[in-house]
Each structure stands twice: as C-alpha cells, then as structure tokens.
C-alpha cells in the first residue's frame, strides 16, 4: 500500500460529486486505480458505481471533483477519441450494432479508405481479423455481430478497446450472463491481459469472482467510498459489513427442518426428453421440498425448468402438477395447474419494462383482477400492494414502471409475478442474477419461505449461492442427471459434478 | 439437432467455429441479390404473356415509369436505414414542383401567379424539398418528436398546402426548364432514366462504401454505440433528411416534366408502394439493414409486374387489388427464402 500512495495511478477520480436532480448519485466519491492492477468496485445497488463509471469514460461530467489519467487531466467531453485512448467499458448492454459484420464493428466510423475516400472492405476484414488474432479471440470477422454470444461479443469489445489504445478497462458485470466455463475463460484472458500491461476495473456482485481475480478492491456505499484496500486483507465478512454498512456474514444457510415423508409429490417428472436438450429426466419434488437442478449452460438444467413453465413442449414423458397433468408446451395451462415461474433473463421475458409494478406483479392472475374480463384499478392496485409489501420492493408506488426500479427490485418484480398466484410448484431459474448481496438474500428468503407453505420448489442455476438452501441438489450434465446430492454438499463436488469431472479422477 | 442455441460448448471449437459459420455469410451477402431469381422469372412470364415484354421499347418504358418513384424509394431506403421513417415524401414529391409551378407558370393558365420567370423552376423545387426535410430534422432531431407522426403530419399538411395554392386544379403550360429532365432523350434513352440509375449507382456507393454511408447503418442498428464509436447522430440524420427530401423533388420534378403538368394529387399514395418496394427489396421497418440495389430491385419488381399484368390485359380496375396481392406475396416469398422474422 506504501508504494501505491507515491506511485502515480494511472487513473485517478477525486473528490467527484454528481447530482441528478435531488439524488445525489457520487457524494465526493473518489477511486485510485495502480498500473497493472485488476481493481474491483463493489457496492449494492444504488451505490454509485453506474454513476462512476459514466464519469471515468467521459459521458457526464462530474458536478464537482475531476478525473486524471496518469496524473494529467482527463480531456474535453467533446473528444471523444482522447477518452477513448485512455479508458473503455464493456457494458453489460451490448455497444455493438448487431446488424453490421464484427470486423466493421471493430474499425467503426474509422474505416480504411482508399484513395477515393472509399472503404477498402478486403483490407478492413484483413485488419479486423488481425487485431482478433493478435489478443487470440477466435471469433469471424464476417459475421454479423448479433450472431455473436455474450462471451464471444465481450472478447471482441475487449479487443476493439485495446484497438484503440486504451490500456485501462471498466468491465461491468462480465459474468453476469456467462457460465462457469465461460467465466473461466474469461479470467484467464484478463490476467493474460493483466500480464500483458492490461488495467481493469472489474465490477461485479459475486464476490468470489472478486478473490479470484482481483489485487485490490473498493467499496462504495450510498454515493460515497467506503474502503480502497488489497483484497487479500479484506476477509469475506469484513467486505460484506463494507457494502451492507452493519456487520453481516454471507449467510450460510440454516438447516432446513427435514420435509415430512408424508408430504404429498408437488412435482412429478417422468422420462422427459427433449431433443438432444435433454434425455430421460426423472424428478420428484415433494410439497415443501426445495430442489436444486444445478448444471452449466447448455446441460439442458434451463430447457427442463422451461418444459415444466410450459414454455417448451418435450418430446416425450410426462409432467405432473399434484397429480394434475397440464397440456405440454402450454403456459396458460401450467400456470391453471398451479405453476409459478422466475424466467432465466429478467429483461425479456420476466417483465414488460414500460408497464407498471402492478400490471407486471399481477400478469399470472388476470382472472382476479375483474369480473368479465374487465380489469378493477382498485383491485389490481390492492393486490400489487400486497404483492409490493410482502416482497419489500422499494417503490413509491404501484404505478412506477418496472424499468425505473433497480435490478433487485425488478427481480422482486419477476418473483412477485410468480408468487401472485399462489403456486403449488414454483420454478425459478437463475433467480439472483446480477442482483446485490442484500436483494439476493431477500429473494432466496422468500424461497423459503414459500417451500414452507407447502410448495415444491425447483431451482436451476450454476450459482452455488442459489443452490445452498436446496434440500436436495440433482445435477445435470449434457442433458443428463449425473448425480444427487444432499444438502450439505461439498461446493468442489458440485462444480466437479456440472463440468462432467469424476473428482477421484482429478484427485489421482 | 446438434446442440442447444444457447451456447457453444467447451474450449475446443478453435478449427470448428469459423467452418460452422460460414455458409451462414455467404447467406448474408446472396440476401442482396434475393429478387434476382425472381426478377427473371418475371421476365420469362412476360416475355409468354406477350412477345413485346422484353423488347427495348418496352423496358424502358418500364423504367421510365419507375424512374421517378425509384427516386422515393432511394429516399425512404436512406431515412430507413437509419432508422427512421419519412411518410411525407409522397406529399414533396407533389408539393415541391407544384409550388415552382404556381410562382413560374402565367396568369390566366390554372393558378398560376407568373411573379418569377421559369429559369427559377428548377432551383425553387429543390430549394423546396430542402426546406421541407428541414422542417421534419427540426421536428424530429432538433426537438425529439416521433418521427412517423411528425412525417405523417406532414404529409397531409403539405398535400394540404399543394391543392390550396393549386385551387385543387392541375398546373399546365409548364416552363421549359421544368420539361426538360422529364421530358429530354439522352442517347436515345430518357434522361430520367440515366438519372435514375446514375443515382442509384452513386447510393450503392455511398451505403456500401463510405463512412458516411456505414454511419447511417451505425445509427439505424444501435444509436449508442454509433455515438460511442464518435459519429455524430444528429448531424448524420439532418442530412438523411434533408437529402430525402431532396431526392423526392427531383423526382416530382421528373414526373412534372414526363407529364407537363402538376396535378394537385401527384405523389398521392405513393408511399405505400415505396414502403413495399423497401421492404420486399430486404430494408428492415425498423433501421439498420438492407441495401440500396435490394432497393432498387424491389422497386424494379414491382413494376414489371404491372408491365405484365397490363400486357396481360388485366382490367385496370382489378390492377389494384393484384398489386396489393404481389406485395404480400414477395413478402411471404423473402420470408420463406430468407428464413428469419422480418422486422
């Protein structure tokens, strides 16, 4: 720490303060950010970190307080090439346009011309194809960018930010839509990159991505900095105190009281096959019990979850909601049978951003909103109240549209859309992504807290911190169950387990 | 079924990768030539129907016809691609060379008011159809008003505009200068036509391989990431629009001059069959994609269908109805050949 007060950062922000209208989104926040370094900035959500990170790229300027590089002031507003030298972010929301190739994404509105002032779009591609090389991103320059997945698409803004000379990188949230093995890969380029002189700035809620790969850490708290410190002198408990502001430990779970052997089967899944998807699955969920479904993406863990929503149809196999068998593929008839459900991605099929709290919340239940079809603003209201209370989401009211809320009370939304019909089978997939520490305990909580009102619970998720509280943990691999676990499992087992590793094997 | 959609598996496709996606590029590059296949068949049909389909006479006639709407359609395909829509060119189309009629054509011939002499003909059409996309980028950029709705307006104010300073009546004993272009035979082939194409040639150009061009395509795909990557999307749209506006009065002024005369309904409906043309020719609704030769070969389908169904004998009552029909035939025809959900 020493060394790093004398040394120059090489990005600097001080004493910035931002206000939009009556929030104040940075409260004289500031962040020291050393060569070399993978730096991470934690905080909930509301913390500033957005806000932060706006003001080190240069789309808004701080109200008061500024930002250097490398000890020299940051550069006009209005040039953007200067910033663009010094600093990118790879966003969570693509910055790519979808429908032009990857090479013309990378080398935009910086085309090579030839001597007419045309685009030379053999030499482009060439370029383009060089540059992906060069940071060994194995990516077609010739496809249009949309065909790209969030793994392949944040390599290339990776490299397109390298392109232009930029040397310190703002990821944020990079896992939250990638899967173990892409996560993997991911840190593996970023300390390549590290090694090669590369500095990151890395945003995320998993703070065990945070051990894994950052040196140091800052955490910011409503607006202001809280701690700049060597992630290795923080202890997990001490960094979660930082970012909740009381002294509260990463909960492990409490030992669940055991389900009745007499408890009814809430669940019953029998040889269902979809596909090359997934192949002779049966699960029994008994009322009350929570079961986990755990595999990386593309084990078919997602795709069983849906089939059971009635978002798929299987091939063959049948599934029964206590006792009651809903046409496949049929949503409406899965959610008669007694189906609640958290979809995979929030922003496209757990809600319609424009529509209000109390219109989403209450979407699963239009039949107890009127009679005739006609919809009571009052009783909607009533029941998205309710909905809104039990679920604590931080709203003024009903009426406020989904998309103004943070993403942990947008996934509040999404699960009180799942609970509103009081479900005897409630499904959730990933149901915590790119949500806070304090939102994602909420949201587990009341997990719980409907398995002990007598609904079978089924997760599926990679994430162990969605897992823990499982009675029971089946993991799935390339379409298949491979294993059953009862809680109290070994996180190595499990991770071992969905990668398709025997740990004997490993061990020897 | 080989995999899930969702995601690649496992660090090994190093070699796989590039082999797995390469059929799907050349795809990408054949969307533009989509209509070709069916332009000939068109051709073949028509030459069965009738013998004068494919004579010299004929075809240029065709593209005589579709010269001047050619010209909408290069506008509206500029405006789509970055991700806008222009309804009011049809109303410009009318309004731009009516107004150089109603200031240069005499007293006593309709409504003319004669005050300006008829080399003003030309520069006032334009000046027009600048002032016009002026007015819309005002709207739209300047002030940040729905696009479709500020055109819409516009389209029935200025067709307002064209039959009140017309009377409702229709504008003859046109100057000379305004005849011209619509009117003259350059090497034996109407000017309008070398106009037509030599624009399109210069759109092909200026979509496919200029930074100017590509920005629009930048803006239509994603507005933020065109600003990120430093295209200045205000400026870039005022001269979309603008240069729109533009393009449709000089093709009014080309169907004033073919006609001699400035009917108060000229350009009247015409954006529905633009609208087609577009989209048939592969121009996505809502920005981004497609070229300026799909364009072009939508709009040039359309009317050699019309050619054939004249030559044909259809009933000019029936032509209508038939013309609606072949727009959502191509339509579901690209579906089926292009595979994926228009939008």
């Known amino acids: ?170 990821l944020d949230e990079p896992t939250a839509q990638l899967d173990a093995a892409a996560i993997a890969r991911l840190f593996t380029r970023i300390r390549t990159l590290q090694e090669q002189g590369v500095t990151f700035l890395f945003i995320s809620h998993h703070l065990q991505e945070i051990y894994e790969i950052c040196d140091t850490v800052t955490v910011f708290r409503d607006a202001r900095h809280i701690l700049t410190t060597t992630v290795a002198d923080l202890t997990h408990t001490e960094l979660v105190a930082a970012m909740a502001g009381e002294a509260t430990g990463l909960t492990t779970a409490p030992p669940r009281a055991a389900v009745p052997a007499d408890a009814g089967v809430a669940l019953d899944v029998r040889g269902l096959s979809y596909g090359d998807t997934y192949r002779e699955i049966d699960v029994q969920v008994r009322a009350g019990e929570i079961v986990g479904l755990a595999g990386a993406a593309g084990s078919g863990r997602t795709e069983l979850a849906e ?86 989401i931080k709203t003024p009211g009903p009426g406020l549209p989904v998309m103004g809320l943070s993403g942990g009370n947008q996934q509040k939304v999404v699960m009180a859309r799942a609970l509103a019909s009081d479900p005897r089978v409630l499904v959730l997939i990933t149901p915590t992504a790119g949500v806070d520490v304090k939102s994602k305990e909420f949201l587990l909580g009341k997990v719980e807290e409907t398995a002990a009102k007598g609904s079978g619970v089924v997760i599926a998720s990679d994430e162990l911190d969605d897992l823990r509280l499982c009675d029971r943990l089946l993991v799935m691999f390339q379409g298949r169950l491979v294993a059953e676990m009862a809680s109290g499992w070994h996180d190595h087992d499990v991770v071992a387990a969905m990668e398709g590793v025997r740990l004997d094997a490993l061990d020897a | 079924m080989p995999s899930t959609p969702e995601k690649t598996r496992a660090p090994a496709p190093e070699s796989a990768a590039p082999e797995r996606e390469r059929p799907r590029v050349r795809f990408a590059r054949l969307r533009d030539l989509a209509l070709i296949p069916a332009i000939i068949v068109i051709a073949v049909v028509g030459q069965i129907v009738h013998p004068i389909f494919l004579q010299g006479d004929n075809l240029i006639n065709i593209l005589q016809t579709m010269s001047e709407i050619s010209l909408l359609v290069m506008a509206q395909t500029l405006v789509l691609v970055a991700g806008k829509m222009d309804l009011s060119l049809e109303s410009t189309f009318g309004l731009a060379p009516g107004v150089a009629a109603w ?192 364009a072009f070969t939508g709009i040039l389908l359309l009317y050699m269908i019309q050619n054939v169904l004249t030559l044909a004998g259809v009933p000019a009552q029936w032509i209508q109805a038939l013309n609606g029909a072949i727009i959502l035939i191509a339509l579901i025809l690209s579906r089926l050949t292009g595979g994926k959900v228009q939008d």
């Open chain 1, 1 to 170: 720490m020493a060394a790093d007060q004398t040394a120059t950062p090489l990005v600097e922000a001080v004493g910035v303060t931002k206000r939009y209208g009556e929030t104040v989104a940075l409260d004289r926040a500031e962040i020291r950010i050393m060569p070399g370094r993978t730096h991470a900035l934690v905080g909930r959500n509301g913390a500033g970190k957005s806000t932060l990170v706006s003001i080190l790229t240069g789309l808004a300027p701080p109200d008061e307080g500024e930002v250097r590089f490398g000890g020299e002031s940051a550069p006009r507003l209005a040039d953007r090439d200067a910033w663009r030298r010094r600093v990118a972010c790879v966003y969570q929301k693509s910055t790519i346009i979808p429908e032009l190739t990857v090479a013309e994404n990378l080398y935009l509105n910086r085309h090579d011309l030839n001597r007419f002032g045309l685009i030379r779009w053999n030499a482009l591609r060439r370029k383009a194809a060089a540059l992906l090389a060069t940071w060994s991103v194995d990516v077609d320059v010739r496809l249009p960018a949309g065909e790209l997945d969030v793994e392949q698409r944040q390599f290339v803004e990776i490299a397109r930010a390298l392109s232009f000379g930029a040397r310190f990188i703002i």
């Open chain 2, 103 to 294: 200031l240069t054509v005499a007293v006593g011939s309709g409504a003319g008011l004669g005050v300006l002499s008829g080399a003003w003909a030309i520069p006032i059409t334009l000046a027009v159809g600048v002032l016009i996309g002026a007015i819309n980028a005002l709207l739209i950029v300047r002030f940040g008003l729905n696009g479709f709705i500020v055109t819409l307006g516009m389209l029935i104010v200025l067709r307002g505009l064209l039959t009140g300073i017309s009377g409702g009546q229709t504008f003859f004993n046109l100057p000379p200068s305004m005849l011209y272009l619509g009117s003259a035979l350059w090497l034996g082939v109407p000017a309008s036509i070398w106009l037509c194409l030599l624009l399109f040639a210069v759109g092909i150009v200026l979509l496919g391989f200029t930074r100017h061009g590509r920005a629009l395509y930048a803006l239509g795909g994603n507005v933020d990431a065109a600003k990120a990557a430093g295209i200045r999307t205000d400026r870039v749209l005022w001269t979309v629009l603008v240069g729109a506006s533009l393009l449709a009065a000089l093709g009014g002024l080309l169907l004033s001059g073919r006609l001699a005369s400035v009917a108060a309904a000229q350009g009247d409906g015409a954006i529905f069959t633009v609208f087609a043309a577009a989209v048939i020719g592969g121009v996505s609704l809502n920005g981004g994609k497609g070229t300026m030769f799909g």
């Open chain 1, 307 to 392: 089939t059971v929503a009635g978002l798929r149809a299987a091939d063959s196999g049948t599934i029964e909601i206590t006792g009651r068998r809903p046409r496949p593929g049929s949503v409406p008839d899965a959610l008669a049978a007694g189906v609640g459900f958290v979809p995979r991605d929030r922003h496209h099929q757990g809600f319609v951003a424009m529509m209000s709290i109390a219109d989403n919340a209450t979407m699963t239940i239009p039949e107890q909103l009127g009679e005739a079809g006609l919809i009571s603003g009052r009783r909607r209201d009533r029941l998205a109240g309710a909905l809104i209370d039990n679920l604590a």
